[in-house]
Every structure is written in C-alpha cells, then in structure tokens.
C-alpha cells in the first residue's frame, strides 16, 4: 500500500509540474520576446533562452505609447464599477433579504433570472442606449453597463439570510433604522466576502475587453486590455513593444492577486458554490 501510495503521489506531483510550466510558458515566453529587439524577435537565431537584456520595448511601451493614459482609464473606472456593483448590489441583497415589500420575491426573481442571461445577449441593445444618452466614448459608457452584477446580490442576499433575526431585533429595539443596520451590523459581519467580492470584481473590471473595446473609439479612452490593440507601426505589429504592453498591463492584477490571494480564492469559491 505504501509504494503504491509513492508511486501515485509521484505520478502527481509529474502531472502537476508539467501542467505548470504549461501554464508559465506563454508568460516565459511574453519575458523573454519583450526583452528582444523588434528584429531579433523575428530572426531565425531567437531561440527559447532569453539571449540579452534588452529594456528598449519596455522605454518604447512607456514613452511613445499612450500607457499611462490607458492606466488612468482603466484604474478609474474599475474602481468606480467596484465601489458601484458593492454598494448597490449590497443594498439591493439587503432588501431583499430583510425588507418586506410588495414585489420582492419577483424582484428576486428577476435577479436569478438575469443571472442565467449571457452578458453579451445584452451588447447590442447596451450599446444602442449608450448611443442613445451620448455616452459612447466616455468613462460613463464603459462603467454603467458593467455594473450590473447579478451573481453579487446573490451571495450578499445568502450571507444576509443567515445572520440571526435576534441581532436585528436588538439593534431595532435600540432605534435603529435600516441604514444603520446595513452598514454598522451586516456590513461588518460580512467584511470579508465584502473585501473578495471588491477584489474580484475590481480584476474583472481590469480586465474587462470586449464591451470597452466596442465603446470606445478614440485611443485617449481606452483602457488597457483595449489599448493593447494599438500597439503596432507601419510595418505591422512590434511584437516585442506588444508583449512589453502586455506585462505592464497584467502587472497589477498580478501584483493584487499576490497581496489578497486568500481573498481571492474565497471570492472564486463563493461565487462557484453559488453557480452550482
């Protein structure tokens, strides 16, 4: 039993380290072009190892790129659509979970039934209304329609569910209203799941392509996952400025996925318990 244990546990341990220099390969790969000359990119003689420690594509990205625009862009509105999708799917959950109304349980329903619609089922008609209210090309058409985050409300609605009735009856009791039970007793019960659903919606955000890509229209409001595209000259794309782009666009989300990876991993969980 015991060698047959060793060997399973060697078998893997093989699988898991080839399947992550799978995975690091392509990132391996982006270092090492990005650290090339455009011409040495595509030479014959460009092998696997990293033959040189060239920063001119990432000087390039840095100064004759509109990077640091496109960092502004995307730090902005990821933040605005984070603080956006938490307080207004928190305060929606809230009700739902706690306030009797007329229209609740359809409200709720209209929540779980959006959840099942595919965001890009809404593209067409979301880029007509943004069309409509002169909101293309601008920080306010990226962001509105990503706010709406369905998933969000419903692990807030669930975490509501199971704080006990009693803490709501004493904090009433003492003259509380609604305001001051959301944000002075469910908001700091439910602290962490708030803290992983702020950090995994501020990297979708982040990385957020395809509607910023078809809202935006001038190189000055791209993002950076948009801005990306741009990256090319009059012979074609520069591959090596295009992989430096792509590192200094990933590092961030890279960098906060390091710092909170904890939070992260529970948000992911959370919202894959939920799915299921």
């Known amino acids: 039993m015991r060698g047959a244990r060793k060997v399973e546990n060697l078998v893997l341990t093989v699988c898991g380290l080839t399947a992550a ?3 690091i390969f392509p990132i391996y790969w982006a270092v090492v072009t ?5 011409s040495h990119v595509v030479s014959d003689d460009a092998g696997l190892l990293p033959d040189g420690f060239n920063l001119t594509a990432f000087t390039d990205a840095l ?20 603080i956006g999708v938490i307080v207004s799917c928190m305060m929606c959950a809230y009700a739902i979970s706690q306030m009797r109304f007329p229209g609740r349980r359809l409200l709720y329903g209209i929540v779980l039934a959006s959840f099942m619609i595919p965001a890009q089922a809404l593209v067409v008609s979301q880029f007509i209304l943004m069309s409509d209210l002169g909101l293309v090309n601008s920080w306010a058409g990226i962001i509105l329609p990503q706010l709406i985050v ?8 669930q975490f509501f569910d199971a704080v006990p009735k009693e803490m709501r009856e004493a ?14 007793l469910y908001l700091p019960l439910n602290w962490g799941i708030t803290t992983a659903l702020a950090i995994i919606t501020f990297i979708g ?23 990306i595209t741009q990256v090319n000259d009059v012979f074609g794309v520069a591959y090596a400025r295009l992989m430096a782009v792509a590192l200094l666009a990933a590092m961030p989300v890279a960098l906060a996925y390091l710092i909170f990876q904890r939070r ?10 939920v799915k299921g």
């Open 21 to 23: 220099l799978v995975w």
């Open 34 to 38: 990005s650290l090339r000359s455009e």
């Open 63 to 82: 100064f004759n790129t509109q990077i640091v625009r496109w960092y502004f862009n995307s730090i902005g509105t990821a933040l605005i659509i984070t």
């Open 150 to 157: 369905p998933i969000v409300i419903i692990v807030y609605k």
């Open 171 to 184: 904090v009433i009791l003492d003259g509380g209203g609604e305001y001051v039970l959301l944000f002075k």
């Open 205 to 227: 955000a982040w990385n957020a392509f395809f509607w910023p890509f078809l809202v935006t229209t001038t190189e000055d409001m791209m993002t950076i996952p948009v801005g």
């Open 264 to 273: 992260v991993t529970e948000a992911v969980m959370i919202s894959s318990g």
